[in-house]
């Protein structure tokens, strides 16, 4: 079997079919690229051929982009001199692509050859964007669902198979630039727009008007190949193009902070590549692309937010039960939460009761999603119908009769262990026997919630990030009477609902705010040792944290640190730290609870709108004349939640390394150009990272004590991912 095939019609157009048997898209693999290139190869040769059409055998889509596994084995097949190997791979994919962009053309004058159309059924992302480019003209059907784009950058790459050089000069630097440095994606009509696409047309025309312009003799050599081209917008030496570089170097380290390799190697290989002829500029673009492959940051972040998280999505540690969509959901309470719960179930299709004690409340919460699908409209992501659609899915009621018929109910009320237990009794006495019950907390206990359900079996923690239709992460948590049916059923509605589920075994704060947390404290214990509040913030953002820990603390709100607070101490006894303690309870009593009343770590506007650290801050804790090094604060941070992720997997709480690595950077933006906490450990090598838990204990203390299973493995010279592979048994050897 072949991914790509070819057959030649009467007209003597020859249409090269790409569909990878047993995928619902097509993604390139190495033997996908020699396919093609014989396939182009038999074209270019067969005189009766006139011209040439690369389409997809897949109704909605062209392609998804490229098996990124075949990095990793175009780097093992170069031996000791993987970097070789990678630039060997990409310069022959290179040359495959020229191919076609020449079509057998005179290299002098550039006359003959023969036309070759890309004609897109739909999606069109990565490399299925890469291959249109070469193409002499670009045919999309009109599908408004399908995506046109190269979002290589989401993942720690860049476009490297041509798609960056091609793309800056066929549109310029600046008009390029939202597609290549941030991924943007556009369904057809607007890529059209943007000067991507040539052409959207009917779905049922798309081969017909490929091959009507195939056969009319257009001109098919690209400007770049002409002489006297000029890049649009200007080049790098040019005035306009000179300012257009300087805006592009400085919107990219304002956003990287310098911590992501691939969005610096991009804007290199563009700047340097628009100063030299075409072939020359593929060759850098191809060691630029080399570069950052053989960066440990690329290859962390493809591994966990391309293959981890694909893994997890498809549910990688789903227990072997039947399956178990959800078809009707209760969700308990109607804040902000079970609000947010209710619209993310709507939208996927769930019928969603949802209960509060008061029908205003409950409206309110309803009226969550009416908010949420008229921004859509507004956006033109959404239609009236759609909203009505949504919106007929929501029963928004103070009835708990209502919940009969549900197969899960969502609990999100009040953060209380008596209030939980109340409303767990009621709704159990109501709903059926084979309905699962999970309660939405962040800190408390599963096990101990479950003592008040008469199923404990089928008893689970949901635990949502807020704002719930934002964030991707959803935490479950198995309680040690759960059942794999009620671990199934959860899996299977996260991933209704389009979110990316890990699961974890019952323990406080479980695994996500367990690692949270000593990052909000060590910021607060640095504040109080007399480290200046800008430096911790920045240090922070320096490293790749989205918001350093004092900002973190506004966002989550300071009442809630103290709450926390309290019922932790109360339940850990003289076990419990409370250094950190007096400087959150002293905010609380000054008012000051965050961005939510205006007043925090930072000062805000009338409208809500964070300005700048509070004075109050150095006027209670001066900062010392001499402030430690930065790499200090960042180590101090960082090594303050990965620490607390060895010790989660050494314990059981977590049983996946994958898990905890995607779990980390959707679920509280755990630098992503690190992979997460595991790769970044295996970033430093587990000999330095235990050293440098040793140092750190010594200055600050037991908290950065270096963990049992750390320390094995360094004295072994193990990785995590070499240790543990695909995640699970922490304890293997």
Not at 117 to 146: Q, S, Y
Not at 505 to 511: G, P, S, T
Request: net charge negative; charged share 25%.
């Amino acid at each position: 079997m072949t991914d790509f095939t070819m057959k030649t019609d009467a007209d003597g157009v020859a249409i090269i079919t790409w569909d990878v048997i047993g995928k619902s898209m097509n993604v390139l693999s190495l033997q996908g690229w020699d396919d093609l290139d014989a396939c182009v190869d038999k074209a270019l040769a067969d005189d009766t051929v006139k011209g040439v059409i690369i389409t997809s055998g897949k109704k909605d889509s062209f392609a998804g982009g490229m098996d990124l596994n075949i990095i990793a084995k175009m780097k093992a097949s170069a031996g000791d001199n993987p970097a070789k190997g990678l630039m060997d791979g990409l310069m022959k994919s290179h040359s495959i692509l020229r191919k076609i962009e020449r079509a057998g053309m005179d290299p002098k004058t550039n006359k003959g050859g023969k036309p070759i159309a890309a004609a897109l059924p739909g999606t069109a992302l990565g490399i299925g964007l890469e291959i249109p480019l070469a193409c002499h003209r670009i045919f999309v059907a009109d599908n408004p669902k399908a995506k046109i784009g190269l979002p290589e950058i989401m993942v720690g790459i860049f476009p490297g198979m041509g798609g960056t050089t091609r793309l800056v000069r066929k549109m310029g630097a600046m008009m390029a630039s939202p597609l290549l440095l941030e991924g943007k994606m556009n369904d057809p009509k607007k890529a059209m727009q943007a000067g991507v696409v040539d052409e959207v047309v009917a779905s049922d025309e798309l081969l017909a008007v490929a091959k009507a312009w195939v056969l009319s003799e257009p001109k098919i050599v690209k400007p770049w190949d002409e002489k006297g081209y000029k890049m649009p917008g200007g080049e790098p030496y040019h005035p306009a193009g000179f300012m257009t570089f300087v805006g592009a170097s400085a919107m990219v380290n304002g956003k990287t902070q310098g911590v992501y390799p691939a969005a610096k190697a991009l804007l290199s290989a563009v700047y340097e590549g628009a100063m030299v002829p075409f072939d020359t500029a593929l060759r850098i673009e191809a060691r630029w692309f080399t570069n950052v492959l053989m960066n440990p940051s690329s290859e962390a972040m493809i591994r966990s937010l391309f293959i981890n998280k694909e893994a997890l999505d498809k549910g990688a540690n789903r227990p072997a039960v039947a399956d178990q969509t959800v078809k009707k959901v209760g969700v308990l309470g109607a804040g902000m939460m079970g609000a947010g719960i209710s619209l993310v179930s709507a939208l996927a299709g769930i019928e969603v009761v949802l209960i509060d004690r008061e029908q205003a409340a409950a409206d309110k919460g309803k009226s969550y999603t009416a908010d949420y699908m008229d921004k859509g409209i507004a956006r033109k992501k959404a239609t009236a119908e759609k909203k009505d659609k949504v919106l007929s899915m929501i029963t928004a009621t103070t009835d708990l009769n209502a919940l009969k018929g549900c197969d899960l109910i969502v609990e999100a009320v009040f953060e209380d262990v008596g209030v939980k237990a109340e409303i767990t009794k009621k709704v159990e006495a109501i709903v059926g026997d084979d309905c699962i019950f999970a309660t939405n907390t962040s800190t408390l206990p599963i096990t101990e919630l479950a003592k008040a359900s008469v199923r404990p079996d089928q008893f689970i923690g949901i635990h949502f990030f807020s704002p719930v239709d934002k964030m991707a992460l959803v935490e479950i948590i198995r309680g040690k009477e759960t059942g794999d049916i009620a671990v199934a059923k959860s899996l299977d509605f996260v991933r209704q609902i389009r979110k990316t589920p890990i699961v974890v075994n019952d323990e406080r704060f479980f695994y996500a705010n367990r690692c949270i947390l000593p990052y909000v404290n060590e910021g607060v214990r640095m504040l109080q040792e007399g480290v200046a509040p800008a430096l911790i913030e920045n240090a922070a953002k320096l490293v790749g944290m989205p918001l350093g820990p004092l900002q973190l603390t506004d966002e989550t709100s300071i009442d809630l640190g103290v709450k926390i607070a309290k019922a932790t101490k109360a339940a850990m006894g003289d076990a419990y730290d409370d250094t950190a303690d007096e400087l959150i309870f002293w905010m609380a009593d000054e008012g000051r609870l965050g961005r939510k009343t205006k007043a925090g770590f930072y000062d805000y506007d009338e409208k809500g709108k964070r300005h700048y650290l509070w004075s109050g801050l150095t006027e209670r804790y001066a900062p010392a004349d001499e402030q430690p090094d930065l790499v200090d604060v960042q180590h101090r941070l960082l090594f303050s939640q990965v620490l607390e992720a060895v010790r989660a997997l050494d314990e059981g709480v977590l049983m996946d390394i994958r898990e905890g690595d995607v779990g980390a950077i959707l679920g509280w933006g755990f630098a992503p150009w690190s992979g997460g906490p595991f790769s970044w450990l295996d970033i430093l090598g587990a000999p330095y990272a235990a050293e440098r838990c040793d140092e750190l204990t010594a200055i600050h203390g037991e908290r950065f004590a270096c963990p049992a299973l750390l320390r094995d493995m360094a004295d072994k010279g193990q990785s995590f991912y070499g240790r543990f592979g695909s995640g699970v048994d922490s304890k293997a050897a």
